[in-house]
């Protein structure tokens, strides 16, 4: 396993997680790591990457209330959510992106928004 995801839960709607994701591939050999979600019948999609460099991108529906971060040192990207809503439920995946080869994924962290 080369990605370790967590953090996921149960949170009410304007309620704040924050999830983790470490790699076991040394800082050294990542170039960026991100988060995708996918929704109940819904296609996988990006929410927000980040570049070893601290370059951030992220989907305009999280624009504003998720963060992105990556703490080098331990090889683990974190992602804040603040002013969540339903409509953020879905299942967090974490993806490397090694500096060679090929990307590699989490298995997924569930989040649920709901009173």
Same mark, same amino acid.
């Not at 990605?3 to 040394?26: F, N, Y």
């Not at 953020?88 to 928004?113: F, N, Q, R, S």
């Given at each position: ?5 967590? =953090?996921?839960?149960?949170?009410? %709607? ?12 040394? #800082?050294?050999? +990542?170039? *960026? &790591? =991100?988060?995708y979600r996918q929704a109940l019948g819904k296609p996988r999609e990006l929410v927000a990457t980040i570049t070893s460099g601290g370059s951030a991108t992220y989907v305009d529906s999280v624009k504003g209330r998720f963060? +992105?971060? &990556?703490? !080098?040192?331990?090889?683990? *990207?974190?992602?804040?959510? !603040?002013?969540?809503? %339903?409509?953020?439920? *879905?299942?967090?995946?974490?993806? =490397?992106?090694?500096?060679?080869? *090929?990307?590699?994924? =989490? ?5 649920? #928004?709901?009173?």
């Open positions: 396993v080369r990605l370790v995801e967590s =953090g996921g839960g149960l949170v009410q %709607p304007g309620g704040s997680l924050r999830l983790s994701c470490t790699s076991h591939d040394t #800082v050294f050999s +990542i170039a *960026a &790591m =991100g988060w963060t +992105i971060s &990556m703490d !080098n040192a331990k090889s683990t *990207a974190y992602l804040q959510m !603040n002013s969540l809503k %339903p409509e953020d439920t *879905a299942v967090y995946y974490c993806k =490397g992106t090694p500096k060679v080869g *090929a990307d590699y994924w =989490g298995e997924g962290t569930l989040v649920t #928004v709901s009173s």
